[in-house]
Every structure is written in structure tokens, then in C-alpha cells.
């Protein structure tokens, strides 16, 4: 399964080699680790017994250029191919995003050709996974030698499917990277697709609807009708009518009437006649006040207007006298005025 870090633009893709014992799986991952510039490649991982065989798989990270501004790792695993070993093969090969079958090409071995083929088939199934779908490439190895197969009878047996196939002498490098372009080829065409259906489904689930990045709405009729006649926009009076300054007793229409407590909405300066909007507060930000009303719960005052800087100003509640804060966003021009002067 191909996995996205979009905090590290980076997206990782997993190519299995699979095929019987000995075919030579782990023999290609040595020639592309042998041959890839340094700073394109990971550092190779293999566990292998005495007698050359894989005892539980190989690893090699390879770079792989770039995709719609991610970076692209393609992480290369050989699987065992002894039969007793199908425990590992099976666990290396959960979410393979490409499998390259390596076949050995000598008479001898049709019948380990075969038996691993169906093996593989049947382990994607266990994953979820139909080998008529799967991006897969086959590669028919050991060319170099005597006995071996034509390809037509190969491919007869082996490619019914009718995947990219190469001949190949991985000793020697022959068909090495000519496989490996192949796979990575298709899971490039994969991750092109997936991504623009992804970008497909985000644009259907923002449609018709309204964001806000941290910016305030446009004015409402209303708030237009007060704003009419003023010569500067900008300053807090103009824009909310309702908040009074300091030294000021609020207006009738800033305060809670009886015994409850004042809203919210009535305390925050960024409010709209439409919908109040609501900020979280970033780290760097003070943490909000509470205003203890007489006869009712405390309220709290929204702060944090994100990449902009903020102003408490302290007013007097006209219930009981209590004190509270109004948080002013200083990213945008502001008009403070204290005791009849401006600052």
C-alpha cells in the first residue's frame, strides 16, 4: 500500500520480488544496489544462509524522483523462496504496491516456477488482492545458461495475464533495470491516478461550501446600515457598534438583561451580524479569560486569531460592575481610543 507523508512530501512504495528458490531475486537487488549512486539509494539489508539462500527477505530504499511536488521511495523486498519460508513470504508481501516474478529459466525448475507462481496468487488473495489486477512485471533469469527454456513456453505457463516480461542474467546485470523500470513505471501511473481522484473527492466535498481561512466575513445589510457615513472603516467603533471602549458603560444592546450572564457573542469584537466567528488559540497566544457574572455561569472570551496579534482591552460589564476583556485582532488596522485620546 502506498503511504503519503504529506508533512515530509514524500510518498513510499513497496515492490516485492517473488519466485522460487535460487532464481535470482536477491542477485538483482545486489546488481541495483551495486550500480545506483550512492545518494539515490538506502542501505541494503539481507539475511542470507550459508548456502546463498534468503532466509527472510532483502531490503533496498531507492529514490525515485519526483511526482505532483512529492518525493517518491520506492522500498525494493525479495521474499524466501523456499516453501516453508511462506509464512515470511506472506507477511513481506502485505501491501505490495508491484511484484516482480522471477523465473527461472532452466528446464529443470518449471515445475518450482509453477508451484511458486500459484503460491503467489494465492497469498495476494489472502491480502485482498487479485493477481489479475496487481501491477506485475515477470522476468525470466539465468539466460546465460544451457538448459533452458524458449520463452514462448515460458510465457505460455507463466504470463498468461500478458504483463511486461524481459529476459534477464542478473549476474551480469542483463534485464536487471529494465524489470525494475518497468515496475516502477506502473506504480507511477497508479500513484498519478490515485492522486488525482483524490483531488477530484476533495474538490466534491467543498463544493458549495464557504471557508474561512482566519479572515473576518463580509459586512451583513446590517451591519452596512451602521456603517454608513463613516469615514474610517477600519476602527473598532465602525465596525462593531456594540463594543464600547474603555472608560465607557455599554450600550443596552452590549449587555445582558435580568440575571444572565453576557454572551459570547456579545463580547467578541470580531463578530458579524451573521454568524459570529470563533478562533482557537495558538500556542504562542494568552490563554482566554473568564468574566464572572453575577447569577449565572462564567462566560469565556474566544483569543487567538491565528498569524496575528491580539489586544485585551480591559471594559466594565453594566451587571453587578463585574470586569472583562475584549480581544482585539491588531491584524488588521484598529483604533483604540482611551479617555477621549487616541493612541
Known amino acids: 500500500m502506498v503511504v ?8 513510499n512504495a513497496k515492490i516485492v520480488y517473488y519466485g522460487p528458490g535460487l532464481s535470482g531475486k536477491t542477485t538483482n537487488l545486489e546488481h541495483i544496489y551495486g550500480t545506483t549512486a550512492p545518494h539515490l539509494r538506502g542501505k541494503m539489508v539481507s539475511m542470507k544462509t550459508k548456502v546463498d539462500r534468503t532466509l527472510f527477505f532483502d531490503f533496498l530504499p ?3 524522483g519526483e511526482i505532483a511536488g512529492f518525493k517518491v521511495r520506492f522500498l525494493l523486498y525479495t521474499v524466501p523462496g523456499q516453501v516453508y519460508y511462506n509464512a ?9 504496491d508491484a511484484v516482480v516474478f522471477v523465473a527461472d529459466s532452466q528446464a529443470e525448475e518449471l515445475a518450482a516456477n509453477r508451484e511458486s507462481f500459484k503460491n503467489l496468487q494465492e497469498n495476494l ?18 539466460r546465460d545458461l544451457q538448459s533452458i527454456l524458449p520463452v514462448d513456453k515460458l510465457e505460455s505457463e507463466l504470463n498468461k495475464r500478458g504483463v511486461p516480461s524481459f529476459e534477464s542474467t542478473a549476474t551480469v546485470g542483463t534485464g536487471v533495470f529494465e524489470t525494475l523500470g518497468a515496475a ?5 501511473a497508479e500513484l498519478r491516478e490515485q492522486l488525482i481522484q483524490d483531488q477530484k473527492n476533495n474538490e466534491e466535498n467543498l463544493d458549495g461550501q464557504e471557508l474561512s481561512f482566519g479572515c473576518v466575513p463580509e459586512p451583513s445589510e446590517a451591519q452596512g446600515e451602521v456603517e454608513q457615513g463613516a469615514q474610517d472603516s477600519s476602527t473598532i467603533k465602525d465596525k462593531v457598534s456594540d463594543v464600547p471602549s474603555p472608560g465607557e458603560e455599554p450600550s443596552p444592546a452590549s449587555a445582558s438583561t435580568g440575571d444572565s450572564c453576557p454572551s459570547v457573542k456579545q463580547a467578541t469584537a470580531t463578530q458579524t451580524a451573521e454568524a459570529p466567528l470563533v478562533y482557537e488559540p495558538s500556542p504562542r497566544d494568552p490563554e482566554p479569560a473568564p468574566v464572572d457574572c453575577e447569577g449565572g455561569s462564567p462566560v469565556t472570551v474566544e483569543a487567538g486569531v491565528p498569524g496575528g496579534k491580539q489586544m485585551r482591552i480591559p471594559v466594565k460589564l453594566s451587571q453587578g460592575g463585574k470586569s472583562g476583556h475584549v480581544v482585539v485582532n491588531l491584524a488588521v488596522d484598529v483604533e483604540i481610543v482611551v479617555d477621549g485620546e487616541d493612541e
Open 4 to 11: 503519503f507523508n504529506y508533512s515530509g512530501r514524500e510518498i
Open 62 to 64: 531507492i529514490e525515485g
Open 88 to 96: 515470511t513470504r506472506k507477511l513481506v508481501l502485505k501491501g505490495a
Open 125 to 142: 488473495k489472502e491480502h485482498g488482492k487479485d493477481i489479475a489486477t496487481i501491477p506485475m512485471v515477470v522476468q525470466y533469469n539465468k
Open 184 to 188: 516502477t513505471r506502473m506504480v507511477m
